[in-house]
């Protein structure tokens, strides 16, 4: 086994700390999170890629508003799989 050592901002700790269980250390609480992380080669589902739209947007990204209102106005008609999300999702400028 090797060990790494990671810096975090304050912040970023006080967040670790928030998520992780009470009675979970932080190295077993990040360790856990690794294995439950998902291959960055998988594409989100249309769900999660609107969850992942509303996060941005809450947070005041414009291009994930204007997306996130785009696919939702989508959700309210037929679902075009080749519209903004999708090019969005596939990293297109």
């Known amino acids: 086994m090797k060990q790494i050592s990671v810096r975090m901002s304050d912040e970023d700790l006080?967040?670790?700390?928030?998520?992780?269980?009470?009675?979970?250390?932080?190295?077993?609480?990040?360790?856990?999170?690794l294995r439950r992380a998902t291959p960055t080669e998988d594409s989100p589902t249309y769900e999660e890629a609107v969850?992942?739209?509303?996060?941005?947007?809450?947070?005041?990204?414009?291009?994930?508003?204007?997306?996130?209102?785009?696919?939702?106005?989508?959700?309210?008609g037929v679902h075009e799989p080749e519209g903004e999300l999708a090019r969005l999702l596939r990293g297109d400028d």
């Open 14 to 33: 006080a967040r670790l700390d928030e998520l992780r269980p009470e009675g979970t250390g932080r190295p077993a609480f990040i360790r856990n999170l």
């Open 51 to 76: 969850a992942l739209l509303a996060r941005s947007a809450r947070a005041g990204k414009v291009t994930a508003q204007i997306a996130l209102e785009r696919a939702l106005r989508a959700d309210q």
